[in-house]
């Protein structure tokens, strides 16, 4: 076949009757035709799969229009990518390209059509475009289902698809752990919110194995911040509660206060994955009498809700290791636990129901319905492993309480009866001597 001079190339358009000497015929099973006029030596020189059709050595090459005919069959949904791949051949320059992707689903489409007809410096065009660009969700999910058929050159599209190793796995994870407890300015919170959620989400285990398996060297730091983090904020709870002259005003403390309870019971949820719960355990018992006087202290005009809740949060993280033996503790500690959190409880929970059943306007209060039941439970379990008189004094504490609707100490109590009604009977069946 003989190839025009130059000037004919450049007189050359695809759809001219008058110059073509082939006919592309595009077919679907749903009945679609299209005839396109087109130029073999054109088709020839970008095409492999024309480059083979219009050989001498295909076998049949149909006649239409007094043209050779190469029909093509292909899907409905591809027809149109088809005929942009032929215009393509024409003007087949990245700037071309780029146009006629209009984003990346018409650039795949391009690229799917461009691999099946062989087309290298298509291929290499929407490749390049679709490894620059940004990809939504759903585009991202096709990409995956297109590009892994396509060999080698299409490979560097999935290049941000890859996973990354360990180091650097590590690297961000302690970098974001440190933002996320580093109480950036208020300018930041959303940033802040933002580490904090992925941090979690690297650790949690789901469809997936968690991102990251933590060493000890990684728990160190991870305990490092979060202490870090405690003692700024008991720091705050010292100021809060002597009343010292700072320039901070008592809104802007109680405002960084509820920010780092916030933190504080995000902190926890990493812990409780790291199984590192202990330390915070001890230094959440040994701030608690300056936590609740904190509260007491706030003046009647402060709204402080936000942060009994987020008290109410880390308290239940905090009793339940204790409350089923994960955390072993001595019973002075238990005993005081019991003694500061349940009178707190008693008052918080009506004060934090009726601010949710009221619907109070710009109340951020997001309570989890199982929260309450689960520090009830955690109360029962650790008063019914105290010592029996430390059991009486709490339950009499409860008998007599406004409150007794909440923690509900029924079944502490009906266990501490019957204990005690049958001590001495079973205490002697056993050769045990009463003290």
Same mark, same amino acid.
């Given at each position: 076949?003989?190839?025009?001079?130059?000037?004919?190339?450049?007189?050359?358009?695809?759809?001219?009757?008058?110059t073509s000497d082939v006919v592309v015929r595009l077919r679907t099973q749903e009945g679609r035709d299209e005839w396109v006029y087109c130029h073999s030596y054109v088709l020839i020189s970008n095409s492999k799969y024309f480059s083979?059709?219009?050989?001498?050595?295909?076998?049949?090459?149909?006649?239409?229009?007094?043209?050779?005919?190469?029909?093509?069959?292909?899907? +409905?949904?591809? #027809?149109?990518?088809?005929?942009? &791949?032929?215009? %393509?051949?024409? @003007?087949?320059?990245?700037? /071309?390209?780029?146009?006629?992707?209009?984003?990346?689903?018409?650039?795949?489409?391009?690229?799917?059509?461009?691999?099946?007809?062989?087309?290298?410096?298509?291929?290499?065009?929407?490749?390049?475009?679709?490894?620059?660009?940004?990809?939504?969700?759903?585009?991202?999910?096709?990409?995956?289902?297109?590009?892994?058929?396509?060999?080698?050159?299409?490979?560097?599209?999935?290049?941000?698809?890859?996973?990354?190793?360990?180091?650097?796995?590590?690297?961000?994870?302690?970098?974001?752990?440190?933002?996320?407890?580093?109480?950036?300015?208020?300018?930041?919170?959303?940033?802040?919110?933002?580490?904090?959620?992925?941090? +979690?989400?690297? #650790?949690?285990?789901?469809?997936? &194995?968690?991102? %990251?398996?933590? @060493?000890?060297?990684?728990? /160190?730091?991870?305990?490092?911040?979060?202490?870090?983090?405690?003692?700024?904020?008991?720091?705050?709870?010292?100021?809060?509660?002597?009343?010292?002259?700072?320039?901070?005003?008592?809104?802007?403390?109680?405002?960084?206060?509820?920010?780092?309870?916030?933190?504080?019971?995000?902190?926890?949820?990493?812990?409780?994955?790291?199984?590192?719960?202990?330390?915070?355990?001890?230094?959440?018992?040994?701030?608690?009498?300056?936590?609740?006087?904190?509260?007491?202290?706030?003046?009647?005009?402060?709204?402080?809700?936000?942060?009994?809740?987020?008290?109410?949060?880390?308290?239940?993280?905090?009793?339940?290791?204790?409350?089923?033996?994960?955390?072993?503790?001595?019973?002075?500690?238990?005993?005081?636990?019991?003694?500061?959190?349940?009178?707190?409880?008693?008052?918080?929970?009506?004060?934090?129901?009726?601010?949710?059943?009221?619907?109070?306007?710009?109340?951020?209060?997001?309570?989890?319905?199982?929260?309450?039941?689960?520090?009830?439970?955690?109360?029962?379990?650790?008063?019914?492993?105290?010592?029996?008189?430390?059991?009486?004094?709490?339950?009499?504490?409860?008998?007599?309480?406004?409150?007794?609707?909440?923690?509900?100490?029924?079944?502490?109590?009906?266990?501490?009866?019957?204990?005690?009604?049958?001590?001495?009977?079973r205490l002697a069946s056993f050769g045990v001597s009463i003290v």
């Amino acid at each position: 076949m003989e190839s025009p001079d130059n000037k004919t190339r450049a007189l050359c358009r695809i759809g001219d009757r008058s110059t073509s000497d082939v006919v592309v015929r595009l077919r679907t099973q749903e009945g679609r035709d299209e005839w396109v006029y087109c130029h073999s030596y054109v088709l020839i020189s970008n095409s492999k799969y024309f480059s083979d059709r219009l050989s001498e050595n295909w076998p049949t090459c149909q006649i239409l229009d007094s043209r050779n005919c190469v029909e093509v069959y292909c899907q +409905e949904c591809d #027809l149109d990518y088809h005929i942009n &791949v032929l215009r %393509l051949f024409y @003007d087949i320059n990245v700037c /071309s390209v780029t146009d006629m992707c209009h984003g990346v689903r018409n650039a795949l489409g391009v690229l799917r059509v461009a691999n099946e007809l062989g087309c290298p410096q298509i291929i290499a065009s929407c490749v390049d475009y679709l490894e620059a660009v940004s990809w939504e969700e759903t585009e991202e999910e096709e990409i995956l289902r297109t590009i892994p058929g396509m060999g080698s050159q299409a490979e560097p599209i999935l290049a941000r698809l890859q996973p990354v190793n360990t180091t650097a796995i590590v690297r961000i994870f302690l970098a974001a752990i440190r933002f996320a407890t580093s109480s950036p300015c208020p300018s930041l919170t959303d940033l802040k919110t933002s580490a904090q959620e992925q941090l +979690e989400y690297m #650790l949690t285990e789901d469809d997936d &194995v968690p991102l %990251l398996t933590a @060493d000890d060297q990684i728990k /160190s730091e991870v305990s490092e911040c979060v202490n870090s983090l405690f003692t700024r904020f008991t720091t705050l709870l010292e100021s809060l509660v002597c009343k010292t002259e700072e320039p901070v005003s008592e809104t802007g403390k109680l405002q960084l206060f509820q920010s780092y309870l916030t933190d504080l019971s995000w902190a926890c949820q990493i812990l409780v994955k790291l199984e590192i719960m202990r330390e915070f355990i001890m230094k959440w018992m040994e701030a608690s009498d300056n936590i609740v006087k904190a509260v007491d202290q706030a003046s009647p005009e402060a709204d402080i809700l936000e942060s009994r809740l987020k008290i109410v949060e880390i308290t239940a993280k905090i009793l339940e290791p204790m409350a089923y033996g994960t955390i072993i503790l001595p019973t002075a500690k238990r005993l005081k636990m019991v003694k500061v959190w349940l009178p707190f409880m008693r008052i918080a929970k009506p004060l934090i129901d009726a601010a949710l059943a009221d619907g109070e306007e710009g109340l951020a209060l997001k309570m989890d319905g199982e929260l309450w039941q689960s520090l009830e439970s955690a109360f029962v379990s650790i008063i019914l492993a105290l010592p029996s008189g430390d059991q009486a004094e709490i339950l009499t504490g409860w008998l007599q309480n406004e409150h007794i609707r909440y923690p509900d100490l029924t079944e502490a109590f009906e266990v501490w009866c019957y204990r005690s009604k049958v001590a001495k009977r079973r205490l002697a069946s056993f050769g045990v001597s009463i003290v």
